[in-house]
Structures are given as structure tokens and as C-alpha cells.
């Protein structure tokens, strides 16, 4: 374990070592089972445990009442863009949704395959997706309010969310989950896909507020409706064990050793600053996201081009700074800095970068 990086890659990412080295003890004979934890079945008793820990710590660390219910899902967030607006809404009633780039627009185009009235009361496509827009409309007729809390491509976030009244917010939380604290009452459904904040790749995280479960409609295929995983528990079919037994130990190291939301927000407050105040400081580095729209979680930026960007890049990686191109779709730099990204990793990374501008500006 000398050997590993300071990885920013952007998902699947960084991992805490704490978690990774409990797995480690876990692959070959699980709880003094016989079994590695990839060999045990779902419907044991041993696995009941590590579903039912990883669903009290979701609820410890979110603060979810009686009213939530935690899913383990599989499909990532890409097949919730599409089984949020199938269950959650007829087709006549509107479903609102405010487009602040990439997943959130991939979001709007599955509602309307499904041939949903969607309405698209907020953007920032003018400003190609640089900001999170403010006094978002509400209006009362519509079934939710669909946000993207966090948009790891533009490296925007939200500050504050949208205050809807009785229209239940429902947001896809996949970046940013588990970053701070917040308050999940407006909320009638929130998924996460673990590989960027809260585990492996191969599981999603779906609470879902349990009066959305009412407008489920009966027609639906059976796998595709959140009332048949709410009422399996999760083990309709076979979950990804070895994901979700990740995710408890993730959340077993945000709980435990860094003490839970309120601390890790600090922290991430901490490493997103070291950063951006450096970026600010300098000319050499120009941050895309506007200053108040900014992520703690994704800070995506460019340097004067783009041959220096992919030397950047590459001497980065040999300087043991790995993750750090920006997405296929933008180009650029991104350094993705979640939760188990320490502060020494963002200190290190902005010594490099206090380096590369001196040699090369």
C-alpha cells in the first residue's frame, strides 16, 4: 500500500484506505464465515447484517426519520433519470426540472422518451452551465422538482436548495452525497450512484420518501418499480453484496473516524479553498465555474492551453497526481476532491501547480 497516488479521478474514485484494508481482510473468510464476502449468499444472515448496518448508518448520517426509506439499487443514476419520472408521475401531470448541464439535460431526455410533460423551469445553458441559477420558479401543479445538486463535468453546486413548498424535491445527489449537511425533509426521493462519494461502482443509493410510493403506477414491470424494492428490502433479486458491504465500510469511516457530516464538511470547506483561493491568487490557472456556483467536490479548470493542459496532465500523473483531465466533453483540467481526498492530497496538488505555472507561464 506505498505505492498509492493521490487519485482525483472524478468516479469511479478515491477510496478511504481504512475501508479498503477492512475489504482486504474480508476477501478470503468474511466474519469467520468460510466465505469471502463475494461468495456469500444474499439471503444469509451474515449479509442481512451488513445490509441492515449500511442502512442505519445512510440514516445516522442523514438525519432520515420513519417517513425514508433506503434502496440499494443497481443501473447507476443513468436508469434513475428514467424510473424517477416513470413512477413518480402520470403523464399528464408536469414534472419540473432545473438544467444545469450534462446529467441534468441526460435527465430531461429520458422524461420526455417517456413522453412526460416536462417543463424546464430553470437553466444555465446560457452561459454554458457555469452557474446554478437562482429564484427558481415553483409551481404548485407539478408532481416534483428534479435538481442535480452537484454537476461534476461543469464543476457547479448548489449552495442552497430550491424552497418548493409541497412540491417534493427529488435530486440526483451521485457527486456530492455524504459531502455536508443538509436538511432531507423537502425531499421525496434522492439517488446516488456510489462511485463517486459513498463506495465502489455497481450499486445505487435510492431513499425515497415512503408517500412517493403511493403514485407508483401498477402497470410497470415489476424490477422497475421502487415499491417492489421497497417492500424486498432490497433482495427482490440478487443486490451487489460486495458494493453495498463498500458503501457500510465508506460510511463506517465517515461515521467513526472523521465523525460524521458536520465534520466532513469542514474538511471539504478546508480542501475546496486551498484550492480555489490558490486559482484566484494567479493567472495562470482560470477556474470555469462561476465563483458562486463553485464545487467543493469537482473544481474543473483550464490553463492558457491546451498543449499545456495535457502536459499538465501527464507530469501530474508521474508526480503521483492521478485523475486530473477534465471531462471528454469539455476538456480541461479537473481535480475531483471528495470525501476521502485528504487535505495533504490538495495541498500536494497545489504545490505542483505553484511549480508547473513557474516553469511554464
Known amino acids: 500500500m506505498t505505492e498509492r497516488i493521490y487519485n482525483f479521478n472524478p ?39 451488513v445490509l441492515q448496518s449500511a442502512i442505519a448508518r445512510v440514516k445516522r448520517l442523514l438525519g432520515l426519520d420513519d417517513r425514508f426509506l433506503v434502496l440499494f439499487m443497481q443501473g447507476g443514476a443513468s436508469l434513475q433519470f428514467a424510473l424517477v419520472p416513470m413512477n413518480l408521475a402520470s ?14 439535460t441526460k435527465a430531461i431526455k429520458e422524461a420526455r422518451i417517456l413522453g412526460k410533460n416536462v417543463r424546464v423551469v430553470a437553466s444555465s445553458q446560457d452561459k454554458d452551465y457555469t452557474y446554478i441559477p437562482e429564484n427558481i420558479p415553483i409551481k404548485s401543479d407539478a408532481a416534483y422538482l428534479h435538481i442535480t445538486s452537484n454537476n461534476t463535468i461543469r464543476g457547479t453546486q448548489y449552495r442552497s436548495f430550491p424552497k418548493a413548498g409541497d412540491v417534493p424535491l427529488v435530486s440526483d445527489m451521485s457527486s456530492d452525497i455524504f459531502s455536508r449537511v443538509f436538511d432531507p425533509a423537502p425531499f421525496g426521493l434522492i439517488y446516488a450512484g456510489a462511485q463517486k462519494n459513498a463506495g465502489p461502482a455497481g450499486v445505487t443509493l435510492v431513499i425515497v420518501r415512503k408517500d412517493m410510493l403511493e403514485r407508483v403506477p401498477a402497470h410497470l414491470p415489476t424490477m422497475l418499480k421502487y415499491t417492489t424494492h421497497a417492500e424486498k428490502n432490497s433482495l427482490y433479486n440478487t443486490p451487489p453484496c460486495f458494493a453495498i458491504f463498500m458503501v457500510d465500510l465508506v460510511l463506517k469511516w465517515l461515521e467513526e473516524d472523521m465523525g ?19 486559482m484566484d491568487s494567479q493567472d495562470f490557472y482560470r477556474g470555469t465555474a462561476r465563483p458562486d456556483s463553485r464545487s467543493w467536490m469537482n473544481v474543473t479548470f483550464r490553463l492558457p492551453s491546451a498543449d499545456l493542459e495535457k502536459k499538465f496532465i501527464e507530469e501530474a500523473q508521474r508526480a503521483g497526481l492521478g485523475g486530473l483531465k477534465g471531462h471528454r466533453s469539455v476538456g480541461g483540467c479537473r481535480a475531483s476532491i471528495y470525501n476521502a481526498m485528504p487535505v495533504e492530497g490538495v495541498r500536494v496538488l497545489v504545490e505542483f501547480m505553484k511549480e508547473f505555472a513557474a516553469k511554464n507561464g
Not at 92 to 103: E, F, K, L, N, R
Not at 260 to 278: C, F, Q, T, W
Open 91 to 104: 403523464d399528464a401531470t408536469p414534472v419540473d426540472y432545473v438544467d444545469t448541464g450534462t446529467w441534468s
Open 11 to 49: 468516479g469511479p474514485a478515491m477510496l478511504p484506505l481504512p475501508a479498503l484494508e477492512e475489504a482486504r481482510e474480508a476477501l478470503v473468510n468474511f466474519k469467520g464465515s468460510g466465505m469471502s464476502i463475494l461468495e456469500i449468499s444474499h439471503r444469509s444472515a451474515v449479509f442481512e447484517e
Open 260 to 278: 460524521g457530516l458536520a465534520k466532513m464538511e469542514i474538511v471539504n470547506r478546508e480542501k475546496a479553498s486551498l484550492l480555489y483561493d490558490y
